[in-house]
């Protein structure tokens, strides 16, 4: 991939969106068999699975905590999910990825309800595109509710990058590797909106005028995101509640 | 059929009426879970869909015996902790006989929750008429979640399977539920079980129910003749 | 821990059911799960295939780079296949480096691969004794609910099947279709005494990880075999599961080129 020449051209992006548009999201609600809860998501060409399992005994015992349950969150790339075969394991970014992700979660689940144990939330990426972290969270947010976890809304989680000085929504691939800047968000939804912010990152430059700017475009693309989850949750719902 | 909310979902301006799988912040009532909405006059709770059955006082439940102790057995209540049950609690407990020999490693038991502190250490215990020790009979599980449906309102659904198919039951909170009787009778009850659990939100399951054990039993009656 | 007394009743029912001379999902003894193969879904692979067989959900990827040979094959590509047994996929999955059940699993998945000669690996020399083509045989697994071997095995043929060799990437030519010339059908069955029940699931398991793997080629040679787990086989066992093993791969092979060829 080499660097376009322009990413905004009679303002549409290199993939056709608008700038305040999402890529293509698909959701399917309780996934797997094995897992309490799970979630297979697509945003854009990202393929991820979501599993929970928890709240369980944590072993070794060392690790508990008397007074809450254990997070833990871990983010893996299949080694076929991006062009150059990654090594299979965790590498920096991984860790790193998966550190700031299990504390968004941290801030939302109810974890003093179930002392002593260990909510395990494992999200495999099968094929990575731009903004797979936040794709993951989508899909661990999904698969949380799925597994009954009690928490106090839903995590929702988007992108905002500064291409050609326009601030565009879900940046595609093109747009994280050589905008000018990248800001990944996560939102706690509750009573139907967006209440405060429960992952944020950011590298690259921007003004302070642009980042306020920035939070309402992704707060704008996570009430869209936040919709579909729901939807794919009620659906999962509504027809086992139906077909029998 | 009832509105399905999850967590977050604001449920009440009143935080008189906050119930079961809500919590309380500020003067609102949000729902904690992913459920059915269950809300009456003076209450506003949600039941839950799905999740792992945590221990609450009074609960029946079905245990097996994971480790003996010079002081009684930790059972494994299908949990994401474990239950003790101290030799004083077990009415078969004599001066002079061993912990193993009353109740050994792999022993079912059906026992009932009498404590739990902050720490969600759990004390069961088998002084009551519903628990034994089960040498016999078949344990099915379900998730945990759909147990009420399984027993029903005032215990009718459990009621209905027990009298038509004349076998002992005993549904335990934690999801596992022991059957006893007619081998092929127990397999009914079982695929009814089964049945109860897939359908547990739907209306008219006990009618369904009724009708699914009525036709297994005609098909019995016509395999021994 | 809390899957134990879940295992433990389950197994209660199987053997009950297996005195009736019936399996708890209604299968004969010698039927495999409903397959599903879908391929392709992976665009940033060479080559990829997912595989559902009951609720046992995989998927393989096939990544592919020039690469040194190994000195005794100069002219031959080299075939790697490596298997992740992610947490995600079984309570009792433990992250960390692959243990001795995903490398026992990667081992047998390669053996058939190598030992029907599926793929023909003369074609994939670049310069003799220098420059070969590597593939990476990556399988992912998803959901373990049993038979997670077969489903592996099923998902990396397929894969390889529908697997376009990256050339120009590499300023080597045109790229071309990855020659493959069998297929490859692992069948384990799970021993219970005297009898045996092919591909079975996680609750049948739960009797005892016993299993007997034999993987047959398109000419209905054997090509490999796995004994796993500590039980005595007996010979007239042995080969009635043979026998069994080779009459269901090809049911499996032909439901392969079924769902493949419409897809690839």
Redo the contacts between chains.
Sequence with gaps: MSRPEKFIIDGKRLDGRTPDQLRPIKIEVDYLKRA??SCYLEMGKNRVVAAVY????VHPRHLQD??KAIIRYRYNMAPFSVEERKRPGPDRRSIEISKVSKEAFEAVI?KE?????AIDIFVEVLQADAGSRTACINAASVAL??????????LTSVAVAKVDGVLVLDPMKEEDNYGEADIPFAF?????KIESIALLQMDGKMTKEEIKEAINLAKKGAMEIYQMQ?EA??KK??E???N? | ?RK?V?????ISTNPKVAGY?T?I?GD?V?A????LFDEAENSAKVI?????Y?PSIGDTVI??V?EVTANGWNL???????AFLPLTENPETKPGKKPNDILDL?DAVIAKVINID???RVTVTMKDKICRAIRFG????INP?RIPRVIGKKGSMIKLLKSELDVQIVAGQNG?IWLNGD?RKISIAEEAIYLIE??A??EGLTDRVAEFLRRRKECLAQKNS | ??N???S???K??VL?KLRDGERIDGRKFDEFRKLEIRTGLIGKAEGSAYVKLGNTQVVVGIKMQPGEPFPDVPDKGVIIVNAELVPLASPIFEPGPPDENSIELARVVDRGIRESEAVDLSKLCIEPGKKVWIIFVDIHALDDDGNLLDASAIASICALMNTKVPASRFGLGEDFDLPVNDIPVSVTSLIIGDKFLVDPTRDEMSVGERTLTVTVDKSDNIVAIQKSGDYLLSEPLFTEVLEVSIRASKKIREEILRQCSKAC
């Excluded at chain 1, 928890?54 to 005994?57: D, S, Y």
């Excluded at chain 1, 309800?113 to 144990?117: K, T, V």
């Excluded at chain 2, 078949?138 to 599980?141: C, L, S």
Aim: hydrophobic share 35%.
């Design positions: 309490d809860g928890g709240p369980r005994e008397p007074t109810m309800l179930f002392p002593r144990s509710v799925d597994a009954g976890i009690p928490m106090k809304g839903i706690l939804i509750r009573g139907g729901r949750i009620m719902f509504i086992e509640g139906e029998e | 059929m399905i999850l967590p977050g979902d604001l799988g919590y912040e609102k949000y904690k879970i992913l459920g839950p869909l799905k999740g792992k945590i245990g097996i994971r494994d209540i299908n949990s994401p902790y474990q792999g902050p720490r969600m078949r344990i099915v599980a979640a596992l081998r897939e359908e939100h739907t | 821990m809390s134990d007394i879940l433990e009743i389950k209660d029912y009950s």
